[in-house]
């Protein structure tokens, strides 16, 4: 591994905003880390994320990968967010942290911080009083605002609540939010870390920039034929598929554990299949592969007609079955997503869907 070198940005200074109070903030100076970028290695808070249309998974045409903490355990990914984690502390302290990617302003920095200010108990800011507090930092992907909330909302359990530290920048068209939110002491032990983790992002960018091709132009026009047929297993139930993904289903283990399985279709190539596979390893806390290790990890099923490339990846507790074949100028994304013994128990029957396909001609 190669020695870690100082992420130049002068002085971080992040500023708590403590709403309300007329205390003079207290400054606290970082120098950060930038982790070498050869590695990068729920107690949700869905109430925490911007409500805006979200671009997650493979629907993004601009991953970004970040190196966390070590003892961060990852979490399965969800709709909203790209990574996920939960850090635990003494006396069941607990954080929750999390990287959501978004489309657009995604609201603006004032209404965001406002509406964490809320959720914390605290009183609305105004623009100047942000202006005061908030501070930036330089990373790759951009320049990144910093701010630091504290309050504790009625009622609330002070052990997973009490500090939001959120870091927000821009990458081309859409809108980063790094996050963690929990117990007050825990957030502020974790903060080093979370700026680190902030400070190493790199954007994933794939070679081609693919836009989703709605399910009703996908037939011929000759033809009342889908492009695509298979045969779903009977225990996935079919569910409403977004303006991005062709098809969707979900799955349930035996303890209620949920999966989820997409198919989603891009207009080329869909970018090159290392990229693909390592946002994938990424987004359950798995390190980053080389291309001689994806070669030799890749598994083809026959389709009818169809030789779908497939990879499978086991975190700790999430997992991830994906194949990919590109067929008519477009490439299929097929994806099983959810909790790890989920997933391991869930694969047969993914390698039978993926065996059922069949693409109109």
Known sequence: MTPRSLFSVGTLVLLVLAAGCDKKPEIQVYQLVKAPPEFADGSATPAMTPQVQPNTGDEQTAEIIATPASRWEPQPPSAMRQASFLVKGDNGAIADISLVMLGGEAGGLLENANRWLSQLGQPA????KLAQNEQHLTTSIGDATVVDLQGLPQGADPAKDGRIIVAIASSGDKTL????RGNSELVDAEKDDFIKWVGSARSLEAKASPTAVPATANAASDSDEPPVKWE??????VVPASSMRYASFAVSGEN?????ISVIVFPGDGG?????VNRWRQQIGLPLVDANQLNSSIVV?????????TVVMTGASAGIVAGWVRSGGRVWF???SGPTRLVTTEKANFV???ESVQFHS
């Open 272 to 276: 090159a299949d290392l990229d693909n």
């Open 125 to 128: 800011i105004t623009a100047e």
């Open 232 to 237: 779903a297993p009977g225990n996935w139930k």
């Open 256 to 260: 209620g554990e949920a999966g989820d």
């Open 177 to 180: 939010f790094f996050k963690i």
């Open 301 to 309: 099923v026959n389709g009818h007609g169809a030789s779908i490339s």
């Open 352 to 354: 039978k869907f993926l």
């Open 334 to 336: 097929f994806k099983l």
